[in-house]
């Protein structure tokens, strides 16, 4: 059962309606076919203690290869993909990766090494993670970088477990830590679960730290400075090195969430703006798509002082011969299994080796260029609550449309029928009514064009027809849920009907 949509902007396709696969199907269907076997069954009883026997599962459904095969096709059609259109979410949820790291990762050398195969034979996998993480230090100007966490909020975790190993090992612990309001949540999670206090600074008016406010707050009770640069307005801290020298000068470190490299590789190295600790978000900046909550990998990169509290084991290169040493007292300890994600480090590695450092230079160049083409072709249309300079990014809001009624929640949900993602909506919390654009480094000025088209169309719809907007999106598969009761009531079992 099929039907042909057709939008005004000229937009076609074929929507297939698909039942549950447990309501697919007819008893004896098979999706396989091999010869039957010659080895005779056992029955379960004669194997197990009755007690250990589950009851039998009855109504599996029972479908041919075919009824699988297009089952599974027709739903994945009801996704929106990278693959087939634009998402100006950005390199924070997905931008388009390079087909050649996907296929690198599953190179059987690399994909079927076992994590306990011992270190003889596992000496390409370890001279990859070592010289990934010499890149790393390049990109970064850290002096060490672990790989293992698993994600920028478990790197968060593990910098901030190696800056509380360092106050608890050079002077007496400390108890709080300062942020600005405009970071990102995980930033003050990660700091409350290795048992500091967070402190906010107020952004001033042009959305940026307020040094005076910084200066009263810091004192030497308080561990770190945890902050974004650029910050979650994709804005640059100008005063970042005023900002590192008072946190350094009452004894405090300073943390820098580096999710938003993608903003600054190839340009400028962290470390020389007086950062200590770094996290790299490489699902993000570095490749490897990561909708839907994973896979990631967050390495922390850090500064000579913070080095021998880093996670074991570390990888050791002894004259090409490569070996994990666990033997280093002062480490904050594990916080992964084996050496972390490294199918998602494999990816890491060969996008920043096709790229090569003039290409992730180019990069990070094009990802601010496009940002800024959207925001200076856009910003007549729509406001910006922060209109001083940007990099990766654009933060607008919904202010010249809320004198329609029309809110950002209705402006992204039109932009699904004129066959876009909507970009992230209501983050950083500081902008009410938010509408962060990054359009990352791989979109073509034409791709970039139509979106900017389709957004003012959105904004004159909203001053001739302001009624309409608020049961889009009309042309996709859903058309608007009801978004709480989705989240507190979610429905995750399919139950039969009769
Ligand atoms: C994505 C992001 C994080 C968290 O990274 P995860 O891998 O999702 O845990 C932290 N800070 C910023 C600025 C981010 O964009």
């Not at 599953?106 to 070592?130: C, K, T």
């Not at 509290?309 to 904050?332: A, H, K, M, T, W």
């Not at 920043?352 to 072709?377: F, M, W």
């Amino acid at each position: 059962m099929a039907h042909a949509e057709e939008s005004k902007t000229g937009i076609k396709g074929l929507v297939f309606e698909e039942p549950p696969v447990f309501e697919l199907g007819s008893p004896g269907r098979r999706a396989y076919s091999l010869p039957s076997s010659t080895i005779p069954e056992v029955e379960l009883q004669t194997l197990l203690p009755p007690e250990e026997l589950r009851d039998p599962i009855d109504h599996l459904p029972e479908l041919s290869e075919l009824d699988v095969v297009r089952h599974y096709t027709r739903l994945s059609q009801w996704n929106f993909s990278i693959d087939s259109a634009f998402y100006p979410l950005g390199s924070c949820t997905m931008k388009y990766n390079p087909k050649i790291n996907e296929d690198m990762a599953r190179l059987p050398g690399f994909a079927q090494n076992h994590p306990y195969a011992p270190e003889p034979l596992s000496q390409g996998s370890l001279r990859l993670l070592h010289e990934l993480q010499e890149f790393l230090q390049e990109v970064s100007g850290m002096d060490a970088v672990s790989l293992q966490p698993a994600a920028g909020a478990h790197g968060e975790m593990t910098g901030m477990l190696t800056i509380r190993a360092y106050h608890q090992a050079t002077g007496k612990q400390r108890s709080k830590v300062l942020m600005p309001d405009s970071a990102h949540g995980t930033n003050p999670a990660s700091c409350t679960l290795c048992g500091y206090d967070v402190v906010h600074i107020p952004s001033n008016a042009e959305g940026l730290i307020d040094i005076d406010k910084l200066r009263n707050l810091m004192d030497e009770d308080t561990a770190a400075i945890m902050l974004t640069n650029p910050n979650t307005l994709g804005m640059f801290e100008k005063d970042i090195l005023e900002i590192t020298e008072i946190v350094h000068g009452k004894g405090g470190l300073v943390y820098c969430d580096g999710a938003n490299l993608n903003a600054l590789m190839g340009v400028c190295k962290i470390a020389t703006m007086g950062v200590d600790v770094l996290h790299f978000n490489l699902h993000k900046t570095f490749s490897t798509p990561h909708g839907g909550g994973g896979p990631g990998a967050g390495p922390v990169g850090v500064k000579k002082i913070l080095e021998p509290y880093l996670p074991v084991p570390r990888i050791v290169n002894d004259n090409g011969q490569f070996s994990l040493d666990y033997d280093r007292p002062e480490s904050v300890g594990k916080v992964r299994a084996f050496y972390g994600n490294f199918g998602i480090l494999l990816r890491a590695y060969v996008y920043i080796r096709t790229l090569g450092p003039d290409g992730l230079r180019q990069a990070c160049e094009s990802a601010v260029l496009n940002a800024n083409y959207i925001k200076a072709r856009l910003r007549d249309t729509y406001f910006l609550p922060y209109p001083g300079p940007s990099l990766h990014e654009c933060v607008f809001n919904d202010k010249n449309q809320l004198k329609q009624n029309v809110k950002t929640m209705d402006i992204a949900k039109a932009l699904i029928d004129k066959g876009f993602h909507p970009p992230t909506v209501y983050f950083p919390l500081i902008v009410k009514g938010a509408l962060m654009v990054e359009p990352t480094e791989t979109e073509s000025k034409e791709t970039l064009d139509e979106f900017i088209q389709a957004m003012k169309e959105i904004a004159k719809q909203a001053e001739n027809d302001a009624e309409s907007f608020h049961d889009a999106p009309y042309l996709s598969k859903v058309s608007r849920p009801d978004e709480a009761r989705a989240a507190r009531h979610p429905k995750l079992r399919w139950k039969p009907t009769s």
